[in-house]
T-cell receptor, first 115, second 114 residues
Framework: AQSVTQLGSHVSVSEGALVLLRCNYS??????LFWYVQYPNQGLQLLLK??????LVKGINGFEAEFKKSETSFHLTKPSAHMSDAAEYFC?????????????FGAGTRLTVKP | DGGITQSPKYLFRKEGQNVTLSCEQN?????MYWYRQDPGQGLRLIYY???????QKGDIAEGYSVSREKKESFPLTVTSAQKNPTAFYLC?????????????FGPGTRLTVL
């Protein structure tokens, strides 16, 4: 079965610094991968998704992620952190021929941005 | 504005009671989902429905029930059989159920058992 592991349950960066949130996947075939953001007491919002087109995926709010098959990774980056980026981020994986009910979420990484 | 609404935002339940969480969408989506979120565990799928009058169990369906009588509505009942119901519950929908479809999430209901 497919799964994702998010390395680091908490990440803290200074405003203006690089944001790097790590996600590694396990799947028997090249999967589809997603990053979601959740602000306190709210639902999840899609940041970006990889569905086997370009390996470098650009999303909303200046975030991007690169699918690296050799490393089984899909890390999320942003060149310069903003205070409004403080939230919890979830990586998710599903199978290309599957349905959304096959989606599996990571445990989440809480991002803190220091002024 | 199109979107997903969940009510109530906060819900308190006494042990032994059944409670129903509401989820409504006006996005004209066929597929709807219920997830449970616990701290440090990500989201786990409780039930999903790909079409009206049909729904399937997810990974943690025990102690929960759903109905899908209307396209826009997918209520979740947390029964007294659910041993540890205190959690944050999220409803989502997508155009269809295929894996390329984006899931849109509601704001969630936080259930606390007293």
């Amino acid at each position: 079965a497919q799964s994702v592991t998010q390395l680091g349950s908490h990440v803290s960066v200074s405003e203006g610094a690089l944001v790097l949130l790590r996600c590694n996947y396990s799947s028997s075939v090249p999967p589809y991968l997603f990053w979601y953001v959740q602000y306190p007491n709210q639902g999840l919002q899609l940041l970006l998704k990889y569905t086997s087109a370009a390996t470098l995926v650009k999303g909303i709010n200046g975030f991007e992620a690169e699918f690296k098959k050799s490393e089984t990774s899909f890390h999320l980056t942003k060149p310069s952190a903003h205070m409004s980026d403080a939230a919890e981020y979830f990586c998710a994986v599903t199978l290309p021929w599957g349905n959304n009910n096959d989606m599996r979420f990571g445990a989440g990484t809480r991002l803190t941005v220091k002024p | 504005d199109g979107g997903i609404t969940q009510s109530p935002k906060y819900l308190f339940r006494k042990e032994g009671q059944n409670v129903t969480l509401s989820c409504e969408q006006n996005l004209n989506h066929d597929a709807m989902y219920w997830y449970r979120q616990d701290p440090g565990q990500g989201l786990r799928l409780i039930y999903y429905s790909q079409i009206v009058n049909d729904f399937q169990k997810g990974d943690i369906a025990e102690g929960y029930s759903v109905s899908r009588e209307k396209k826009e509505s997918f209520p979740l009942t947390v029964t007294s059989a659910q041993k540890n119901p205190t959690a944050f519950y999220l409803c989502a929908s997508s155009i269809s159920g295929v894996s390329t479809d984006t899931q849109y999430f509601g704001p969630g209901t936080r259930l606390t058992v007293l």
